[in-house]
């Protein structure tokens, strides 16, 4: 599964900034990035090129950093891509704990996710012609 | 009761002949009470007993309070160690007429009997408090400190009944309604915790009065925390009183072993009670008067709960020189410190390592933390700062919020303080070689 970096940031002036600069640094790339917030937290989840140096980078400069496995799913750029999908783990009773997107291409979009169960994944994936991705695919 | 008006006021006491006796003639009532004291705890504690056979100090060897010095020390871990009634000197079935405790947040709590005379001394103190503010037995007395096992509200109580003022028992809480009756029933007297008072205070302005204006109040005595000079002054001007500090702690009474009189500088002690030592902490001598020091009561008239030597941890000095009230009765200072490093969070006592234990039981935070203390509406803000050890899964937002619910439900269960609970960063809390510190206090107290 592919590795997503999760990293646990105060709210507090620049501190993003500076995460970014710690992997720059360690000469990373990130692929994409989501924030989300708290009143007096966020959390920052990556995906990057080099996931376990990234982690060793950021828990060297300090901060609380996990290696956490998500599901990444490749559909359609299309009205109802992501719906037909979700409904489909809604009907098989699989929570997501959070997604978010990031555009592929010109026609295609990429959903990370995590659930708290992994089994029945594939098989919709397959059923609706979308393509589970793994590590080397991102 | 007139409002008093500067120059015009005419000193009160309650009971005059003790307030201002003699100094030789205090030492002498005093030296006579220790040792009947020491003979009380020697005869029916075996603690004392124990104690004082140790250091081979026998109770005819205490002949007058020039003696006290030979006596052992009490500390708050003997009294802890004595849970619930082994320094009682009469048996609990008998003639004790009440019980006290202290908030016991720490291991035991430690526990206090009264027997009838012991609750009218207590009474009597406190009396005199409301004549060191130019109360008397037709003020009426607005009680707003907690009733209960905190020796506050009862403390106050037992002052009114036996000044023979109007007692007003409103416990803490429902603040809207003690304004109302403040203003309704025309209260006198406001007996609360600092904090407590000005929030009563913005309370009636918030609800639409000008409490000097409105309310008959002319005096507050107030205690059981610290509180600055600001603080004061902003409680005079907004409820339009004069407000005093009472000191008290439950080990050796409750408020009223001391209280400032309208001079408002530094608390008489009932010394016709309570013998004052100030000693240096660590060599355990006196300091001279003015010095600061670690405050030591001995109880000279207690039948229940008599203490030889309470080192109470509190750091004052004695004030020299005499007071302009014509009390003769010596003053301590307000305490400006602890020799240890409790805190007092809205009334309540806690210990920064209480923090530590209660964490040390969630595998998910590492035992680095840190207390920051704030005052918002004049009332105690407790945020605790921890962070996660490596392998807490904090991917899941919901089991950080989780983690935070469930150490403040903790420390609301076994310190009765509500705690805001932070995930920090590990950079956020302060790595120390030595002794780290732990606690920021804000509250400018």
């Given at each position: 599964m592919p590795h997503q970096v999760t990293v646990f940031l105060e709210n507090e002036k620049g501190r993003l900034a500076s995460m970014c600069r710690t992997l720059a640094d360690a000469n990373i790339n990130m692929n994409a990035l989501t924030v989300a917030d708290t009143a007096s937290y966020g959390v920052a989840r990556l995906l990057v090129d080099q996931p376990e140096q990234a982690c060793e980078a950021l828990s060297k400069a300090g901060?609380?950093?996990?290696?956490?496995?998500?599901?990444?799913?490749?559909?359609?750029?299309?009205?109802?891509?992501?719906?037909?999908?979700?409904?489909?783990?809604?009907?098989?009773?699989?929570?997501?704990?959070?997604?978010?997107?990031f555009g592929s291409g010109e026609d295609k979009v990429v959903v990370i996710f995590r659930t708290e169960v992994v089994e029945g994944i594939a098989g919709i994936v397959d059923r609706l012609g979308y393509r589970l991705l793994k590590s080397n695919d991102l | 009761m007139q409002k008093p008006t500067p120059g015009a006021y005419q000193e009160r006491f309650y009971q005059k002949e003790l307030e201002t006796m003699d100094r030789e003639a205090l030492l002498a009532l005093q030296g006579g009470c220790l040792v009947a004291t020491v003979a009380n705890c020697y005869a029916n504690i075996p603690f004392y007993r124990q104690a004082m056979d140790a250091i081979g100090v026998l109770p005819g060897d205490i002949k007058s309070i020039e003696d006290l010095h030979r006596l052992p020390f009490t500390t708050k871990q003997d009294m802890r160690n004595a849970y619930p009634f082994d320094l009682f000197a009469i048996n609990v079935k008998h003639e004790v007429q009440r019980l006290h405790a202290s908030s016991g947040t720490t291991g035991n709590a430690t526990v206090c009997g009264y027997t009838q005379n012991d609750i009218d001394n207590w009474g009597d103190c406190f009396a005199r408090s409301i004549a060191q503010v130019g109360g008397g037995s037709e003020s009426i007395l607005q009680i707003a400190y907690g009733y209960g096992l905190f020796t506050g509200g009862l403390g106050a109580h037992e002052g009114g009944i036996r000044m023979g003022a109007t007692i007003l028992p409103m416990s803490s809480g429902n603040t809207r309604r003690q304004v109302q009756m403040m203003k309704d029933f025309s209260s006198d007297i406001l007996a609360c915790t600092p904090s407590y008072a000005l929030l009563i205070a913005d309370t009636a302005?918030?609800?639409?009065?000008?409490?000097?204006?409105?309310?008959?109040?002319?005096?507050?005595?107030?205690?059981?925390?610290?509180?600055?000079?600001?603080?004061?002054?902003?409680?005079?001007e907004k409820l339009g009183v004069v407000a005093v500090d009472i000191y008290g702690l439950?080990?050796?009474?409750?408020?009223?072993?001391?209280?400032?009189?309208?001079?408002?500088?530094?608390?008489?002690?009932?010394?016709?009670?309570?013998?004052?030592?100030?000693?240096?902490p660590e060599t355990l001598k006196p300091v001279p008067d003015g010095e600061l020091g670690e405050v030591v009561f001995t109880t000279l008239t207690k039948e229940c709960s008599?203490?030889?030597?309470?080192?109470?941890?509190?750091?004052?000095?004695?004030?020299?020189?005499?007071?302009?009230c014509g009390r003769t009765?010596?003053?301590m200072d307000r305490v400006s410190g602890r020799t240890d490093d409790m805190l007092i969070i809205r009334g309540v006592n806690v210990f920064p390592?209480?923090?530590?234990?209660?964490?040390?039981?969630f595998a998910e935070v590492t035992n680095h933390y840190e207390i920051i203390l704030t005052r918002?509406?004049?009332?105690?803000?407790?945020?605790?700062?921890?962070?996660?050890?490596?392998?807490?899964?904090f991917d899941e937002i919901r089991k950080i919020e989780s983690l935070q619910q469930r150490i403040a439900g903790e420390l609301k269960s076994s310190l009765q303080v509500n705690v805001r609970v932070s995930v920090v960063e590990p950079k956020s809390i302060e790595r120390s070689m030595g002794k780290a510190r732990r606690v920021i206090d804000m509250r400018q107290l």
């Open positions: 901060y609380r950093v996990r290696l956490v496995d998500v599901s990444a799913v490749e559909i359609p750029n299309v009205p109802g891509g992501l719906a037909v999908l979700l409904e489909a783990f809604d009907d098989a009773g699989l929570n997501l704990e959070y997604a978010y997107c | 302005i918030e609800m639409g009065f000008d409490p000097p204006k409105d309310f008959n109040l002319s005096a507050a005595i107030l205690g059981a925390e610290p509180w600055s000079q600001g603080m004061r002054q902003e409680i005079e439950s080990e050796v009474m409750g408020p009223g072993v001391s209280c400032e009189c309208r001079a408002q500088n530094g608390l008489h002690v009932a010394e016709d009670h309570f013998v004052i030592e100030i000693l240096n008599p203490l030889l030597r309470y080192r109470t941890r509190d750091i004052s000095r004695i004030i020299p020189g005499e007071c302009s009765l010596r003053r390592s209480q923090f530590q234990q209660a964490i040390a039981d918002k509406d004049q009332l105690d803000m407790v945020e605790l700062k921890v962070e996660t050890v490596p392998e807490f899964d």
